[in-house]
Structures are given as structure tokens and as C-alpha cells.
């Protein structure tokens, strides 16, 4: 019996219209496009703006990739919602998304890994296909960061944009999808890069509030000098392991974090910079969006039984690789 793969069989995904570009940021904090495109290579990213919640993007994405495969929503056994900024600490965003595309035969949950998290959720819902226990899983990957960044703070608010994007998981016996993954985790970086208040250890309160504690912290220098060495290490290992060389991998997917740490990926591997998908320039970081978005900004270049990794850097420290062959 041949073994069943956990295959991509669609992709879709959804960014918000606004546009907030270098320049417009140039009047909120003291900085200038040359400064930002040379440290990080982004020039614009999307902002939800309104009162909508990640879980909003989300019903745009899956509803294009349900028209995409020609399904409807009550097919969907499982919904991985992958975000650092659900609607709301409970009920999950997942459980939310199955409502308002009435998924009604779908159980979910929200996965948080920081950016890494889309990658932890795709290694995770192959799982549930592998098995056997469910033939089609939603996985989700999209975050507001707009709602938690402070923009007054140069160093994160030129970084971060909105925007989610969804793949479907199913069965797939000719040895297409999703090979093998490596997932690590280190808490002790948790200090230089998090969100200090809003959870049971510090809940909100005047002080929090008044100490800008619900806004993203990040201690940059700390976090680029672990990201651009563990994020390029577990992609070059993950090529080691399957006997994959520059010259048969056809894409690396990276998390969209810093135009930086993403050439020192690709150089660490030896993949020619034809082959990585790159759309940071346009959209910054949008944690969980990033590797969906990219997925679905290149669907058209994609062809069946292409080899691509895929590797993410997120705080906490979390980070990873999976290899992926293309199912159509």
C-alpha cells in the first residue's frame, strides 16, 4: 500500500487594500525609505484598517481556495487557525473562521508559534491526513500585527504588515506533499521578542497600558543574530537529510522577515536567488501570512512534483523547515 501524503491541493490568500508606505511612515516616526530598504528590503505593507479582526482576512482567503477547489465549507474536517493575533484570547479564531464560512462539520483550534507558526501548523495537519483520521484540513496562517504595533516605535512599526492566506490539506498516494519537517523551539529567547502584557502574568491594567506593554517588544539586534544563523542551519539540514542539492530544489519559501536573513537562507543553502520567494518589499512581515502569501503570489509558477522548502524564524524562539513536493 502506498504511503498517503499530506498534499497541498489549493492555496489563496488576502491582503488588505491600504496601502502604508515608506514614505507615509516617514511622517509618524523619524526615519526614511533608504534607511528601511537597505536594512530590511520592504517599501510597503498592508493595514487592515476598520473594526475587523484577523479572523475578517481569513473568511476572504478560504472563501476564494473553496471556489478554487470546487468544495464547499461543510467538506473542511479540521480548521488550524496559525496567528499571534487572534480576534480575541477565547473563543479560538478557528472556531470563529468555521462560523462565518459555516464550516459546520469542522472542529479547530489556534495554533501560536510566533512566525513560525504556519510552518508548525502544516507539520501538524499532515498529521491528522497521514493517519487517515481526516481527508480535508484547513490551514491557516494570517495576523493583524498592525493591532499590536506601536508606531511610535521605528524599529518594529516599519516592519510588520497585514495579511493572511490558507491552504487545503488531503490525501495524496504518489508521493507528493509534504516529506519531512524539523521543528525547534528555544523559550529562552522569549524575552527579546514578545508581547509583555495581555496575558495571566501581566493582564491589562493603567500601568500596562500607560508602559505601551501591549505593543510588540523586540530587541532587534538579539533576535536578527539568532534568526540569521538557526533559520538558514535548519533549512541547510532539512536539504541534508533528504538528499536535496541547489541544483533539485526548485523554491525556498522563507518567512518574510528581513530581506537579510532571507539571502543569508538562500547562500546557506546555495539556491540562486531565481529560486526564493520573495515579496517582503511589498507586504513586510506578516508573521503567520508570510509563507501562504508567497505560496499564492508564485501558484501560477508552481508545477506538479516541484521540490520546495520551506524554513521560519519566530519569537519565542521558534523556527523550522519542511520540504514539500508540489501536487499540481
Same mark, same amino acid.
Given at each position: 500500500?502506498?504511503?498517503?501524503?499530506?498534499?497541498?491541493?489549493?492555496?489563496?490568500?488576502?491582503?488588505?487594500?491600504?496601502?502604508?508606505?515608506?514614505?507615509?511612515?516617514?511622517?509618524?516616526?523619524?526615519?526614511?525609505?533608504?534607511?528601511?530598504?537597505?536594512?530590511?528590503?520592504?517599501?510597503?505593507?498592508?493595514?487592515?484598517?476598520?473594526?475587523?479582526?484577523?479572523?475578517?482576512?481569513?473568511?476572504?482567503?478560504?472563501?476564494?481556495?473553496?471556489?478554487?477547489?470546487?468544495?464547499?465549507?461543510?467538506?473542511?474536517?479540521?480548521?488550524?487557525?496559525? &496567528?499571534?493575533?487572534?480576534?480575541?484570547?477565547?473563543?479560538?479564531?478557528?472556531?470563529?473562521?468555521?462560523?462565518?464560512?459555516?464550516?459546520?462539520?469542522?472542529?479547530?483550534?489556534?495554533?501560536?508559534?510566533?512566525?513560525?507558526?504556519?510552518?508548525?501548523?502544516?507539520?501538524?495537519?499532515?498529521?491528522?491526513?497521514?493517519?487517515?483520521?481526516?481527508?480535508?484540513?484547513?490551514?491557516?496562517?494570517?495576523?493583524?500585527?498592525?493591532?499590536?504595533?506601536?508606531?511610535?516605535?521605528?524599529?518594529?512599526?516599519?516592519?510588520?504588515?497585514?495579511?493572511?492566506?490558507?491552504?487545503?490539506?488531503?490525501?495524496? &498516494?504518489?508521493?507528493?506533499?509534504?516529506?519531512?519537517?524539523?521543528?525547534?523551539?528555544?523559550?529562552?529567547?522569549?524575552?527579546?521578542?514578545?508581547?509583555?502584557?495581555?496575558?495571566?502574568?501581566?493582564?491589562?491594567?493603567?500601568? &500596562?497600558?500607560?508602559?505601551?506593554?501591549?505593543?510588540?517588544?523586540?530587541?532587534?539586534?538579539?533576535?536578527?543574530?539568532?534568526?540569521?544563523?538557526?533559520?538558514?542551519?535548519?533549512?541547510?539540514?532539512?536539504?541534508?537529510?533528504?538528499?536535496?542539492?541547489?541544483?533539485?530544489?526548485?523554491?525556498?519559501?522563507?518567512?518574510?522577515?528581513?530581506?537579510?536573513?532571507?539571502?543569508?537562507?538562500?547562500?546557506?543553502?546555495?539556491?540562486?536567488?531565481?529560486?526564493?520567494?520573495?515579496?517582503?518589499?511589498?507586504?513586510?512581515?506578516? &508573521?503567520?501570512?508570510?509563507?501562504?502569501?508567497?505560496?499564492?503570489?508564485?501558484?501560477?509558477?508552481?508545477?506538479?512534483?516541484?521540490?520546495?522548502?520551506?524554513?521560519?524564524?519566530?519569537?519565542?524562539?521558534?523556527?523550522?523547515?519542511?520540504?514539500?513536493?508540489?501536487?499540481?
Amino acid at each position: 500500500m502506498s504511503k498517503v501524503h499530506a498534499a497541498i491541493t489549493a492555496v489563496n490568500a488576502y491582503v488588505p487594500e491600504y496601502i502604508l508606505t515608506n514614505k507615509e511612515l516617514e511622517g509618524m516616526v523619524e526615519t526614511n525609505d533608504e534607511w528601511i530598504v537597505s536594512r530590511t528590503g520592504i517599501k510597503e505593507r498592508r493595514i487592515l484598517k476598520g473594526n475587523l479582526g484577523t479572523s475578517d482576512m481569513a473568511v476572504y482567503a478560504v472563501d476564494g481556495l473553496l471556489k478554487k477547489r470546487g468544495i464547499s465549507a461543510e467538506e473542511i474536517d479540521l480548521i488550524i487557525f496559525c &496567528t499571534t493575533t487572534p480576534d480575541m484570547v477565547f473563543p479560538a479564531s478557528a472556531n470563529l473562521l468555521a462560523n462565518k464560512i459555516g464550516a459546520v462539520n469542522a472542529w479547530g483550534y489556534d495554533l501560536n508559534a510566533a512566525c513560525s507558526g504556519f510552518l508548525f501548523g502544516l507539520a501538524t495537519g499532515s498529521q491528522f491526513i497521514e493517519t487517515g483520521k481526516h481527508q480535508k484540513v484547513l490551514v491557516v496562517g494570517g495576523d493583524k500585527m498592525s493591532s499590536i504595533i506601536n508606531y511610535k516605535d521605528r524599529t518594529s512599526c516599519i516592519i510588520f504588515g497585514d495579511g493572511c492566506g490558507a491552504v487545503l490539506l488531503e490525501p495524496n &498516494t504518489e508521493g507528493y506533499g509534504v516529506i519531512d519537517s524539523i521543528l525547534k523551539s528555544d523559550g529562552s529567547g522569549g524575552p527579546y521578542l514578545c508581547q509583555k502584557a495581555g496575558g495571566s502574568l501581566r493582564p491589562a491594567s493603567h500601568e &500596562t497600558v500607560d508602559n505601551d506593554e501591549h505593543f510588540l517588544y523586540q530587541e532587534g539586534q538579539a533576535v536578527f543574530k539568532f534568526a540569521v544563523t538557526n533559520m538558514a542551519d535548519v533549512a541547510a539540514e532539512i536539504m541534508d537529510r533528504n538528499n536535496l542539492t541547489s541544483d533539485n530544489v526548485d523554491w525556498l519559501v522563507p518567512h518574510q522577515a528581513n530581506k537579510r536573513i532571507i539571502d543569508a537562507t538562500s547562500n546557506r543553502c546555495g539556491i540562486d536567488s531565481e529560486k526564493v520567494m520573495i515579496n517582503i518589499e511589498k507586504y513586510g512581515n506578516t &508573521t503567520n501570512g508570510t509563507i501562504p502569501l508567497c505560496l499564492w503570489e508564485w501558484e501560477s509558477k508552481l508545477k506538479k512534483g516541484d521540490n520546495l522548502v520551506l524554513a521560519a524564524f519566530g519569537g519565542g524562539f521558534t523556527w523550522g523547515s519542511l520540504y514539500l513536493k508540489w501536487a499540481y
